[in-house]
């Protein structure tokens, strides 16, 4: 149930990455795309290895421009990346540690982190980030993470954090887009008006929907996402040729 609770946010780059990076990896360890990031480890590597990963991730957004948010004392984290920033930038990601992460989870790992999970995502990115006229949307804001550590969930926090900053795109004129990695955050996302454009999966043929590995499993499902402002809506409300964004179930 959501309260009435004032909602306090303070932003920060750099400075918020060690909290930022103890929340998420340690809300984020039964994440099925996360587990499939990291399925070259064993489960106690794994887990030991979290805070590395997400500090090694959060780094390299923070490099580009991105902004760490927190909600009431650190009860909510999200990380924004900003329109025409990208957190696979070849010239921060070394600086941000990725060749020690490279290392760890061993070229496999690179290839899921790079070819299946991020040419996946491009492709979705340029085949439904496009104006009424059909003409590719090349800046956009990315919700590249958020979480709500445990005793919090259930107040809203999420929800209106991300609200705020709908309204911060609306004022630009430039869309959100996400992947949820989960049915539970694609709902939650749903509720805040984004809409799955499409299902992706990660992973076909070697690994379950949990993220672990099975040979010949059906890979781990994730649903891309979009928020348009309202100049999209209403251009898309009297132009019936624009594609209705599908999921599959």
Not at 21 to 46: G, Y
Not at 197 to 212: C, F, L, P, Q
């Amino acid at each position: 149930m959501e309260n009435d609770e004032e909602l306090e946010i303070s932003s920060a780059g750099k400075e918020y990455l060690p909290k930022a990076a103890e929340l998420i990896s340690r809300t984020f360890t039964e994440d099925p795309v996360i587990k499939f990031m990291l399925s070259s480890l064993s489960d106690k590597d794994r887990l030991a290895y979290m805070p590395t990963y997400m500090h090694t991730l959060l780094k390299a957004a923070t490099l580009n421009d991105g902004l760490i948010q927190e909600a009431n004392n650190w009860c909510c984290c999200a990380v924004w990346m900003p329109p025409g920033r990208r957190v696979d930038n070849i010239f921060t990601m070394i600086p941000a540690g990725i060749l020690g992460c490279f290392w760890k989870i061993g070229v496999a790992g690179i290839r899921r982190m790079l070819l299946d999970f991020g040419s996946q995502s491009d492709a979705c990115k340029q085949k439904w980030l496009r104006d009424p006229n059909g003409n590719p949307v090349k800046r956009y804001h990315y919700l590249y993470f958020i979480s709500t550590d445990f005793h919090a969930r259930g107040q809203g926090l999420a929800s209106r954090m991300i609200a705020q900053w709908q309204e911060k795109a609306s004022e630009d004129g430039l869309p959100v887009w996400l992947e949820a990695t989960t049915s539970r955050s694609r709902d939650i996302y749903a509720r805040q008006g984004f809409k799955v454009v499409e299902e992706m999966r990660v992973g076909k043929g070697t690994h379950a929907e949990s993220g672990t590995m099975e040979e010949g499993g059906g890979g781990v499902p994730l649903w891309a996402m979009i928020w348009w402002p309202e100049w999209k809506k209403e251009s898309s409300n009297t132009d019936d040729s624009q594609p209705e964004g599908t999921s599959r179930s």
